[in-house]
């Protein structure tokens, strides 16, 4: 037999190595309303059946019928397991009345009646309270974990634990398994992290993984950190166009097939429109594309579109739109995964970093999920576009806080140019790599038949070498 059984959540089953222990002691903790209650009716009603049925225990924090109000507002509860496969019983009147020796006597008894595969005990701290000042709850502790070890059935422990209770509370140190649900605050955003602290016999996913709570119970998103992988792949050895022809004519046959480029300068200049002619690139020659955009709503991205005779309703693009208000990083970025899996795109535009980098919980994990999403597309011959808003309207002086650059690619500055009182329009490309490049600082147009360079002979006046008089910085 399998040594883990499923958590009910296949995403969390990837954060414990393959799931949940058989035969242990797993202990859920966090604060109220963190979903604890959710993971563990979730797992009851993913495993439970008649002949290897769960036996869910609660004590003094909710009533038993609450619990089970509740629990039928949620997709996978199933009214017919109740009574067959999943069976509650309620522990307050017997912990008011009896003690921790009472509860002893109920759960032997219950668990020779039920022979359960599964058992829960909800709230488990919430019988703390009733173990007197003679430190009686660690002869209970012990007694049961005995019980329960000698009866082949895992059990889950739910309590409103605080961090720091885990090097106090002894039922840490028996449980062989830990998983904490928190909150994680970041400036004005709240967002869910759940974090597997101990887990005997297995290996886990470290760290913290973002989780939302719905109907559907609890939906995990592993955390995105691809680890270096030294191994070879295949790499199309093809150059495209880029669907940009001003950049085309300052790239040496335009770009690696499933390269990375990132475009950045300041608002208005033309990096959406730059993004589009990229997208509808492959569009108009039978290829699948994603425009993920946090940018504009689907109304202007379309009207924006129709000035150059495309439309983001056709057929081989996929419109990925979210709102930077409420975006979980974590969730974006799996479903965008998911999207160029199951799309086949050959390329994506992803309109802004910016958006992205203030969502991400900190900078640590906007990088992770950066070098994450470059790394598979280059393995999967995916080409990405990428957008970035600087705040200087004229010559940035530095590129060295866009995480991205480094990491590109191709890499692309857009800039005005005071030229007598009139603002135009620049384009540098500052890093090709694996191939030669034009560094001129050149003038470029947005027109009706797209974006295109400015003849040298037209421009206003004489323009530089990049870096002659005005530098970019690090990139």
């Known amino acids: 037999m399998n040594d883990r059984m499923t958590s009910g959540s296949d995403p969390l089953d990837v954060v414990l190595g393959g799931g949940l222990p058989r035969n242990a002691i797993i202990l859920v903790m966090g604060a109220p309303g963190a979903g604890k209650t959710i993971i563990a009716q979730q797992w009851v009603f993913a495993n439970a059946?008649?002949?290897?049925?769960?036996?869910?225990?609660?004590?003094?924090?909710?009533?038993?019928?609450?619990?089970?109000?509740?629990?039928?507002?949620?997709?996978?509860?199933?009214?017919?397991?109740?009574?067959?496969?999943?069976?509650?019983?309620?522990?307050?009147?017997?912990l008011r009345d009896q003690g921790l020796q009472g509860v002893l006597v109920r759960v032997r008894e219950l668990v020779r009646v039920r022979r359960p595969a599964m058992i829960v005990i909800d709230s488990f701290k919430a019988m703390h309270p009733y173990a007197g000042r003679s430190g009686g709850f660690r002869p209970f502790l012990h007694d049961l974990a005995g019980m329960l070890s000698a009866f082949p059935a895992t059990s889950m422990w739910v309590g409103e634990y605080q961090e720091d209770e885990i090097q106090r509370s002894p039922e840490f140190a028996v449980?062989?398994?830990?998983?904490?649900?928190?909150?994680?605050?970041?400036?004005e955003r709240s967002s869910r992290a759940l974090q597997v602290h101990k887990l005997r016999g297995g290996g886990f996913l470290a760290g913290t993984h973002s989780y939302r709570l719905s109907e559907?119970?609890?939906?995990?998103?592993?955390?995105?950190?691809?680890?270096?992988?030294?191994?070879?792949?295949?790499?199309?050895?093809?150059?495209?166009?880029?669907?940009?022809?001003?950049?085309?004519?300052?790239?040496?046959?335009?770009?690696?097939?499933?390269?990375?480029?990132?475009?950045?300068?300041?608002?208005?200049?033309?990096?959406?429109?730059?993004?589009?002619?990229?997208?509808?690139?492959?569009?108009?020659?039978?290829?699948?594309?994603?425009?993920?955009?946090?940018?504009?709503?689907?109304?202007?991205?379309?009207?924006?579109?129709?000035?150059?005779?495309?439309?983001v309703k056709s057929d081989n693009l996929t419109l990925m739109y979210r709102s930077p208000v409420d975006l979980n990083v974590d969730q974006w970025v799996y479903e965008l995964l998911d999207t160029m899996e199951t799309t086949g795109a050959r390329r994506v535009l992803l309109d802004s970093l910016a958006d992205l980098q203030a969502a991400a919980p900190?900078?640590?994990?906007f990088r992770e999920y950066l070098y994450s999403l470059l790394h598979r597309?280059?393995?999967?011959?995916?080409?990405?576009?990428?957008?970035?808003?600087?705040?200087?309207?004229?010559?940035?002086?530095?590129?060295?806080?866009?995480?991205?650059?480094?990491?590109?690619?191709?890499?692309?500055?857009?800039?005005?140019?005071?030229?007598?009182?009139?603002?135009?329009?620049?384009?540098?490309?500052?890093k090709t790599r694996a191939t030669d490049h034009e560094s001129r600082v050149r003038e470029f147009r947005i027109a009706a038949d797209g974006i295109a360079l400015v003849p040298t002979s037209e421009a206003r006046e004489p323009l530089r070498d990049f870096g002659a008089g005005q530098s970019a910085g690090k990139v």
Do not use: C
């Open 49 to 94: 059946t008649p002949e290897r049925p769960a036996l869910y225990l609660s004590t003094v924090s909710e009533p038993l019928e609450k619990l089970l109000r509740y629990g039928q507002t949620l997709s996978f509860f199933d009214p017919k397991a109740v009574g067959r496969s999943v069976w509650y019983e309620d522990l307050g009147g017997t």
């Open 175 to 187: 449980a062989d398994a830990i998983i904490a649900l928190k909150s994680v605050h970041s400036a």
């Open 216 to 311: 559907e119970g609890i939906t995990v998103y592993p955390r995105l950190a691809d680890p270096a992988d030294p191994r070879d792949y295949e790499l199309r050895g093809e150059r495209v166009p880029s669907g940009i022809q001003a950049l085309d004519d300052m790239m040496e046959d335009g770009y690696w097939s499933g390269s990375s480029t990132l475009v950045a300068g300041p608002t208005g200049i033309g990096k959406t429109v730059m993004g589009l002619h990229f997208a509808f690139y492959a569009v108009n020659h039978g290829e699948r594309a994603i425009i993920a955009t946090m940018q504009e709503h689907p109304s202007q991205l379309e009207r924006t579109a129709s000035q150059f005779g495309w439309s």
């Open 362 to 365: 900190d900078e640590t994990r």
């Open 377 to 430: 597309s280059s393995r999967h011959g995916i080409s990405l576009m990428m957008t970035y808003e600087l705040p200087e309207l004229f010559g940035a002086s530095r590129l060295s806080d866009v995480a991205a650059s480094h990491l590109s690619d191709n890499v692309v500055l857009l800039q005005y140019r005071d030229d007598a009182g009139a603002m135009a329009r620049t384009l540098t490309v500052l």
